[in-house]
């Protein structure tokens, strides 16, 4: 079945700092993939997408880039800031389900 | 209303009981799903709503769950005898199409159910 995986949490970073977060997925059939970010207090917002292999979804200064030889999707930030303090899931649809998958999620702390 | 909207927000409820969570999806989304977030934990899919089509039911964890939608619209999702481990934040998510087709979840604010 499809399914996300990222990179377990926290992390922690000074501000300024260069971000990643790691996103590999299995999917049968040829999915979307998406960022959500939910900051504290709120509900879950969508970062960023990509369609297809190649695409580059942006946002924010945030960036992923659907590879699908290696089936990752991982987000990147040049440079992070205190209000980039939230929990990132990364997820997928596809074709051959109904449903969009949802990895764990990854809380990231920025600190001044 | 603008967005997709949840009640109650809180629910406290003793074990046994059944409780009743309601979403309200933002008018003109044909699809709609609940996910359940545990303390710690990511989002674990429950049930998906698609038109008229039957619901995939695939992630409810037992027969104590269960969730309808009527008229395409509003939906409820139920859950009988709660025990303790049933604790979380319930998420509602409408999309305007099917998720393969591209179109972006949009979520409530949760239900934040705890069982004592």
């Known amino acids: 079945g499809n399914s996300v995986t990222q990179m377990e949490g926290p992390v922690t970073l000074s501000e300024e700092a260069f971000l990643t977060i790691n996103c590999t997925y299995t999917a049968t059939g040829y999915p979307s993939l998406f960022w959500y970010v939910q900051y504290p207090g709120e509900g879950l917002q969508l970062l960023l997408k990509?369609?297809?292999?190649?695409d580059k979804g942006s946002n924010k200064g945030f960036e992923a880039t659907y590879r699908k030889e290696t089936t990752s999707f991982h987000l990147e930030k040049g440079s992070v800031q205190v209000s980039d303090s939230a929990v990132y899931f990364c997820a997928l649809s596809d074709h051959g389900n109904n449903d969009m998958r949802f990895g764990a999620g990854t809380r990231l702390t920025v600190k001044p | 209303g603008a967005g997709v909207s949840q009640s109650p927000s809180n629910k406290v409820t003793e074990k046994g009981k059944d409780v009743e969570l309601r979403c309200d999806p933002i008018s003109g989304h044909t699809a709609l799903y609940w996910y359940r977030q545990s303390l710690g934990q990511g989002l674990e899919f429950l049930i998906y709503?698609?038109?008229?089509?039957?619901?995939?039911k695939s992630g409810l964890p037992s027969d104590r769950f269960s969730a309808e939608r009527t008229g395409g619209s509003v939906s409820t999702l139920t859950i009988q005898r709660t025990q303790q481990e049933d604790s979380a934040v319930y998420l509602c998510?409408?999309?305007?199409?099917?998720?393969?087709?591209?179109?972006?979840?949009?979520f409530g604010q949760g239900t934040r159910l705890t069982v004592v």
């Open positions: 990509a369609t297809k292999a190649d």
């Open positions: 998510a409408s999309s305007l199409l099917p998720g393969y087709l591209l179109a972006e979840a949009f």
């Open positions: 709503f698609q038109g008229n089509s039957a619901p995939d």
